[in-house]
């Protein structure tokens, strides 16, 4: 495969292709080298969710939460095909309820001040889901694919919609982990609004020095 990469032509082989696979979903097929996470579109794809140009606005926009494209990849007939963002290492999350509720506030104080900034852009986060939050001592969204450009509505509903997403997930992904049903309907009703940032509600509710599981068991 010959792919052109920031306009530097790169070959590679079956059996580099092989050793750089990382994951294949309905887009493309998603590689890793150097530092990097490359996704190339499936040919047969007609529309992919991010088109050139909106790689291209998403490149402007400097986030460290939020893992947006970096540069655009071409095919041999010098053809958009894909893009390249940051790659970040993986840690296990099982030791997760032993963070303090400190630790969690900053990383949603993190996440929230980029909702600002992609909400301002006319950005929707959409696939705020498990499979693409990556942690390695600190959360990241790691799908690019999941960010699209929304004009239709205004920036209200669209900084409520992006709320709602990142807090859902840190909710019932993070904080209620391993919860049963009970418990985690028990957590969300001591969070007065879904869609306004989480952490100003967990200050309130919260001691700075408990642990996630501390915290869960107080209030469940």
């Known amino acids: 495969m010959i ?6 032509l790169y070959e590679f082989s079956e059996s580099n292709l092989d050793d ?6 309905k887009e493309g097929i998603i590689y890793q080298y150097k530092g ?3 996704k190339i579109y499936h040919p047969r794809i007609r529309k992919a969710r991010l088109s050139e140009n909106d790689v291209l606005k998403l490149m402007e926009i400097h986030t460290s939460r939020f893992l947006l494209p970096l540069g655009l990849i071409y095919n041999s007939e010098k053809k958009f095909c894909g893009y390249y963002a940051k790659k ?8 997760i309820f032993n ?6 506030f900053n990383e949603l104080k993190a996440f929230e001040e980029e909702i600002e900034l992609l909400t301002n852009k006319q950005i929707e986060i959409n696939d705020f889901i498990g499979i ?18 929304n004009s239709f509505c205004s920036l209200d509903l669209l900084r409520k919609m ?14 209620a982990k391993g919860c049963s049903a009970r418990k985690l309907d028990n957590i969300y009703r001591c969070f007065d609004d879904i869609s306004v940032p989480l952490s ?19 209030i469940s």
């Open 162 to 175: 992006n709320y709602e997403k990142l807090n859902q997930f840190f909710i019932e992904d993070i904080i």
């Open 20 to 25: 750089m696979y990382l994951d294949e979903g």
């Open 132 to 149: 693409n939050v990556l942690y390695d001592d600190h959360f990241y969204m790691c799908d690019p694919g999941s960010f699209l450009f």
């Open 88 to 95: 970040v290492m993986t840690s296990s999350l099982d030791y």
């Open 3 to 8: 792919l052109f990469i920031n306009d530097k």
């Open 36 to 38: 990097y996470v490359l």
């Open 200 to 218: 100003k509600q967990i200050a309130n509710i919260g001691n700075p020095n408990e642990t996630i599981r501390q915290f869960v068991k107080r």
């Open 99 to 104: 963070i303090r509720l400190s630790y969690l």
